[in-house]
């Protein structure tokens, strides 16, 4: 038989009073005040200028990339240092599409492409070639660019590099092709004794590129989102891992402009993660990541 349980006579706990939120200044742990509208406001300043569209995702990373240049700045909030960026039209501008631009690169990174590369130019071997890197980066891909064209076409081959970025810290260490020893690690032997030379007495664990490759390159800052420098025209383009940062718009302007400067039949070469299936006005798909010039 069931007994009837008789309530307890000892006094019941106060439930617990539940936090209160509130929107306002994401603050906690950080130096300086940060908010959603500090957010907002830069996600649409570099899209302005340079298409770069950030997701929601990107606060933390946003906040420490731009952070940097408030210390720089001495300015002591983003609200400040915003107002003083669209209120002058200076080089701190650089400085700020410099901080939230993503560099990460090596020395022939998705190998295919320089299979593809080396069949490209094996085919016509007294060609002059002229080849853009549209993302040049700190320079591994370029110089990976040129080391597979100079082992292809040898000494009497013909071909001009034109490499750009729009971030000109990054140029500027792709220009000077110095690198430390563990940067080019996975460079094969051969590959370090043709092409590199090793520092010594203070410049010991350093790599520099030898004048004999380097002598195929142009470094230039670029802008994708403008209208492109260039008056001839690309046999081959490299454009890798650049328009996952846009959107559907901006990537297809950024497409039509890259289709003008290329040669009819000429070969673009795009990252691991980008599908332009909705371009096939311009391009058509050759091969894993490859397209043709239509």
């Known amino acids: 038989m069931l007994q009837q349980t008789r309530p307890s006579s000892r006094p019941t706990a106060p439930t617990p009073e539940l936090p209160t939120f509130e929107d306002g200044p994401l603050t906690q742990g950080r130096e300086f005040v940060w908010s959603d509208a500090d957010f907002s406001r830069i996600k649409a300043l570099i899209y302005k200028k340079a298409g770069i569209s950030l997701h929601d995702g990107k606060h933390a990373m946003v906040y420490s990339r731009v952070s940097r240049r408030l210390r720089e ?16 039209d200076g080089p701190e501008w650089q400085e700020f599409i410099n901080a939230l631009t993503t560099n990460l690169t090596s020395f022939f990174r998705e190998q295919h492409h320089f299979s593809v590369l080396e069949e490209l130019l094996g085919a016509q071997r007294s060609h002059a070639w002229r080849i853009w890197c549209a993302a040049a980066s700190t320079g591994e891909e370029p110089y990976s660019i040129a080391m597979t064209a100079a082992e292809t076409l040898g000494a009497s081959g013909s071909f001009q590099i034109v490499n750009s970025d729009i971030d000109t810290k990054v140029l500027a260490t792709a220009a000077r092709g110095v690198y430390k020893a563990d940067g080019v690690k996975g460079l094969s032997h051969e590959r370090l004794q043709r092409h590199f030379m090793r520092g010594k007495g203070t410049n010991a664990g350093l790599m520099r590129v030898k004048p004999d490759l380097q002598k195929h390159m142009e470094f230039m800052t670029v802008n994708l989102i403008h209208e492109l420098p260039f008056r001839e025209q690309f046999d081959i383009v490299f454009c890798r891992n650049v328009m996952i940062y846009f959107d559907a718009a901006t990537q297809r302007q950024v497409l039509e402009r890259i289709h003008r400067v290329m040669k009819p039949g000429g070969t673009l070469f795009v990252g691991h993660a980008e599908n332009f299936s909705d371009a096939r006005s311009l391009f058509v798909l050759r091969g894993k990541t490859v397209y043709e010039r239509i």
Do not use: A, P, V
């Open 73 to 88: 700045t001495g300015h002591t909030s983003f609200k400040s240092y915003l107002d003083s960026l669209e209120q002058h």
